[in-house]
């Protein structure tokens, strides 16, 4: 599998990824296919320009954008049947009535391979030494097709809404198809596509150490809350320990208190029918006031 040549998509080239895929060599690029976009319209302005510049037909030619390449690198039939042109190779509608495209439908195996289009998004499906490879840019590796299955295979992308095209002539010789002719490949697990690489379970090395470093510091602050928790608990205990104590002792105190006020009162009950003069009653008081302290 390694010795078979496969781009994994990027942004909107799967024509380029498509095309270099049949070949088995990075042969175009996207600013060579662009080129030939803008030869094509060229071409397709001059037709339309012949039944009269100031034609509405021409007027809104020019004026829609082009159907051959957009802004996000996507490539029309149109491109990929000129690329192709520059190695002597055709495409034939799969439905035509072309006696190949007849020939192809009854045993497609007969063929070297196919060029398949859904909307925007190309595929290869090539023969390499004698087994069949779904070479589509959205997956992770090269995906072997079994003889057997490639009718099968094709039906269902029918069915998907895909276009079919064979590739006629003589593709170029790469080593993908010797070594395959020597050591026929073998796939014990069919690839995934790279969208499906993407989820949680295929986090890249940045994305995994970022995870870390949240589990340590959320399980830093979670140790950090609960020593908290703790010595403000202690703190607590011991505040209520010395306001118990203190509440004690301001009993004791609080009652010797009224026993020295009861004696004073009674001291002052006990006194002569004669009442207590002022100046003997403040006395009193300074020495009660006194014995407190």
Known sequence: MESIFHEKQEGSLCAQHCLNALLQAPYFTAVELAALARQIDEQERSQMAEGGLQSEDYRKFVQQPSSNVDDSGYFSVQVIAC????????LIPYNSQNPLAEAARKDPTNKCAY?????????????????????????????????TFLA??????????????IVDGKLPECSADKLLLLTP????????????????????????????????????????????KECLEVALSMSLSEFQSASTSQGHSSSENTAKSYQFEQQSTNTPEK???EQEMLEAAIRMSMETS
């Open 185 to 228: 490949a073998v796939q014990r697990e069919t690839p995934r596509l790279i969208s499906e690489m993407k989820g949680p379970y295929s986090m890249n090395q940045e994305e995994e150490d970022e995870k870390a470093f949240n589990e340590t510091l959320n399980r830093t602050l979670a140790e950090s809350i609960q020593m908290e």
């Open 83 to 90: 690329a192709l042109k520059v190695w002597s190779l055709d």
């Open 275 to 277: 009442e207590m003069s």
């Open 115 to 147: 060029i398949c289009n859904f909307r925007d998004h190309w595929i290869t499906i090539r023969k390499l030494g004698n087994q069949w490879f779904n070479l589509n840019s959205l997956l992770v590796g090269p995906e072997l097709i079994s003889d």
């Open 152 to 165: 099968l295979f094709l039906a269902q992308l029918q069915n998907e809404g895909y276009s079919i095209f």
